[in-house]
Every structure is written in C-alpha cells, then in structure tokens.
C-alpha cells in the first residue's frame, strides 16, 4: 500500500493512528503526510488502555516538515516493531533489525501514476529501496498488480521496479 497526502492537524498522525490490537505493515510506502511538528506524519501507535503494537517489514516509513516517521504514544502498552528491510527518514521506526536503514532517505519519485490503479512513489534512480528487501518476506506482486522476484531482489516499498 501507499499511504500518502493526508493530513492531520492534531497529534493523530498523518498516516495511520492505531490505537488498539496488532497492525502489520509489510512493503508499504509511507510519506508525504503531513501533521503538527513533533508528532508523526507516518504512523502513531497509541494506547488509551488497551495495548497497540505496529510491526514494519520491507517498508518506507518519512517523516515531513518536523513531524516524525513513526512515534509510539502510551509507554510499553505502545510498541513499534522491525522485523527487518525497513527505511525510516529520520530514525524514528526503531529499525533495529536485519537489513533496516534508519535515518535514510529512500529516493522516491513524487505521488504519481507509475501504472496500476492507483497513484504510487516509485524509488528513482539509487534508491536504497531498490533490491533491499529481505528475501522470502515480500508478496507476490506489488500495489500495482506488479510481480515481485521471490527470494532475493524484491525491493522494499509499494513498488517493485524493474
């Protein structure tokens, strides 16, 4: 999936504000939102009592304008997870894990129709997202209806190019 152009005017995330149960995000693309400095134009993960986890794997997490890529409200009951092949723009996605490139800039191409349904970010020319996914964590075929190399090669993200 791509997650892009929204825009949150309180501390509830650009992108995605999860609150309850287990999120799985697995080679999404997540920018170009947009949300109060200091909070997250990607992803919240918040808890008002019940726990909320969110797992990253092969995706690009950035952050805009001085608000964060990813920020974890809530103490322990709020948790950010990396299982691997992730790309965060400014180190807040806690990519600790095999293949994570945190504080790094992803290289994508502006929101636009790069084939398929719907409108993508694909990576441009040196992107680290490209080939950088863990081998056997990627889907079928990108957001695109696109197939992706199974094993290794799958590029990290919403689209896979050739």
Known sequence: STISGNTSTVWHGGGIFHTDGSLVVTNSTIVDNIAPAGTASGVVVATFG????????????????????????GGGAAVITSAGGNI?????????????????????????????????????????AVDGALAGACPATDQRGVARPQGAGCDIGSVEID
């Open 50 to 73: 019940a726990p909320a986890d969110m797992t990253l794997t092969n995706s690009i997490m950035g952050g805009r304008d001085g608000a964060l890529a990813c920020f974890a409200e």
């Open 88 to 128: 965060d723009n400014d180190g807040s996605c806690f990519l600790t894990a095999t293949g994570d490139q945190p504080n790094t800039d992803a290289l994508l191409g502006p929101l636009a129709d790069n084939g398929g349904p719907t409108l993508t970010h694909a990576p441009a020319a040196g992107s680290p």
